[in-house]
């Protein structure tokens, strides 16, 4: 069973288009959304996360990413996409049922074309 | 400011060789701290984990060992490499609490085993 699910492998828009990267997620318990971004060979970037509260969260550099429950989802957004938002996206679930259970989804890789 | 500093930046080993990564958070008093390999496609596996010096988690069985010799340090090690133990290895640390709820990564090592 997969907890975290990112259904687009590739994404490819051009700079000033908006971008939706989608994340679904499988628990039903308290859980921990989150969104990582990962430059080509470097290390992950928390982006924004979201626990409880206003379903929408503002993450940096424009991100922001709304809850549903009703979805089971934590889709990514931003209105308008620069070249150096080329990267790989990670959504991650954490489950207050022990700090191993941290997962991540397999990653969209986004490409901005100039 | 939190800082955490990955060695070497990159490795070329033969199989057969011994290995030793190190990881080092400054600026934070006894994190949680983890070992993550992410495998060429980018799935992300947790290898371990520490809440306190040592005492280190296995989450995954691949052959590989970690330490926590110190409050700031985590280093994850092999007496024996595989060519399966090629990849992208990132440490990260997380804030004390119930569950971890964001974590932050170091820049990564990036393993190559022939």
């Known amino acids: 069973t997969q907890t975290v699910s990112q259904s687009d492998a590739h994404v490819t828009v051009f700079e000033g288009d908006s971008v939706e990267l989608r994340c679904n997620y499988s628990y039903g318990g308290s859980i921990y959304l989150s969104w990582y971004i990962q430059h080509h060979g470097r290390g992950l970037q928390f982006l924004l996360k979201y626990y409880s509260g206003n379903p929408v969260v503002q993450g940096v550099n424009g991100f922001e990413a709304e809850f549903s429950k009703s979805d089971s989802s934590f889709h990514l957004r931003k209105a308008s996409v620069h070249w150096s938002d080329s990267a790989v996206y990670f959504c991650?679930?954490?489950?207050?049922?022990?700090?191993?259970?941290?997962?991540f989804g397999k990653g969209t890789s986004l490409t901005v074309i100039p | 400011a939190q800082t955490i500093h990955q060695w070497p930046v990159a490795e070329i080993k033969a199989v057969g060789s011994p290995l030793s990564l190190g990881c080092t958070i400054k600026g934070k008093s006894s994190p949680n701290l983890y070992w993550y390999w992410q495998a060429t496609g980018g799935t992300l596996q947790q290898l371990f984990y520490?809440?306190?010096?040592?005492?280190v988690e296995s989450v995954v069985q691949l052959n590989l060992s970690a330490s926590r010799p110190k409050d700031d340090q985590f280093i994850l090690s092999t007496e024996k490499l595989l060519l399966s133990h090629s990849g992208f290895y990132l440490c990260a640390w997380s804030l004390v609490g119930l569950w971890a709820e964001t974590l932050y990564f170091g820049s990564g090592t990036r393993l190559t085993v022939l």
């Open positions: 520490s809440i306190t010096v040592g005492q």
């Open positions: 991650a679930a954490s489950m207050n049922t022990g700090y191993q259970n941290f997962y």
